[in-house]
């Protein structure tokens, strides 16, 4: 495997690391990985590193990167209003890999605020094939509420029972609390992580335009999105009648953290991006690789 740094975009402004397999050519398809929230290109406690490591191994290309004026990266020459400069930086993403590589299939890896971008530029690009969501846009439905108080009575049935206790006085502060409603009289949006979470019937589209050409996606939730996402049917429950759920993989993890914190979790989570990456975008020959340090 060869790391290589490199600057790339229409004034080089970005900046990113290639990790290339011994041998190109193996694989059609390559990865790209970017920022989560703040944290620059080698992801929450390095996992895109590890990741991108594992990938190369099984013959994977990829590129992680900084957006604009994130990280390693400089602002962008002409300014742009944000969610455009994203889908811009990301389009450089693949235009450099396209012809570092060959490749013209991408798949793009997101954690958070990282996996509601690489959702955006998949509407707008077809190169885009396949996208990993760690903790995205998520749907509570009826059940969600109560499979939450569940699981976190089965955890600590004592500091459930004290948190259940104060519930009155919490509620009676979030009630005082609540934002004003729009101008308009409509509730006003929800607010996750800085992002507006987007209206369930769009967010359903974005994944049906997707699927619609081919593309694979593969979500996952973690612990850290209990209040959102709380039981491993939830997706389907929500989304089960639409024609896209049957091929979407979405696991629930609730006992890994949202930032990958401990290495059970990293390698966990790598391994199910390969063993998924594997199977939907070519087979795997793993007997003659070795497994990154």
């Given at each position: 495997m060869n790391e290589i740094a490199v600057s790339f975009g229409p004034a080089k402004h970005l900046s990113g690391?290639?990790?290339?397999?011994?041998?190109?050519?193996?694989?059609?398809?390559?990865?790209?990985?970017l920022n989560a929230g703040v944290i620059h290109r080698i992801g929450p406690h390095r996992f895109n590193v590890k990741l991108a490591r594992q990938l190369a191994s099984q013959g994977w290309p990829s590129l992680r990167f900084d957006l604009a004026g994130q990280g390693d990266s400089d602002n962008a020459p002409q300014a742009q209003p944000f969610e455009r400069q994203i889908v811009a930086d990301l389009r450089a993403a693949m235009d450099h890999l396209e012809r570092t590589t060959g490749l013209k299939r991408f798949v793009i890896a997101g954690i958070c605020s990282g996996a509601h971008r690489g959702l955006a530029v998949a509407q707008e690009d077809e190169r885009v094939v396949g996208l990993w969501m760690l903790d995205g846009y998520a749907y509570p439905g009826r059940r969600s509420r109560l499979e939450r108080y569940l699981l976190q009575w089965r955890r600590d049935p004592a500091a459930t029972l004290r948190a259940w206790a104060a519930w009155p006085l919490r509620s009676l502060a979030a009630r005082l609390s609540r934002p004003a409603p729009a101008v308009d009289g409509g509730e006003p949006l929800e607010i996750d992580y800085g992002q507006s979470t987007p209206p369930l019937e769009d967010f359903a589209a974005m994944l049906d335009t997707l699927d619609r050409r081919g593309g694979r996606m593969f979500l996952m939730h973690s612990g850290g999105m209990l209040w959102r996402y709380s039981y491993a049917k939830q997706f389907h429950d929500v989304f089960g009648d639409r024609p896209f759920a049957a091929r979407v993989r979405c696991d629930f993890l609730p006992d890994i953290d949202h930032t990958l914190s401990t290495l059970s979790a990293q390698r966990r989570v790598i391994d199910a991006i390969a063993g998924w990456a594997g199977e939907v975008f070519g087979a795997q020959d793993t007997t003659s690789k070795q497994k990154p340090a």
């Open positions: 690391t290639l990790a290339l397999p011994d041998e190109l050519g193996q694989r059609d398809v390559g990865f790209l990985m």
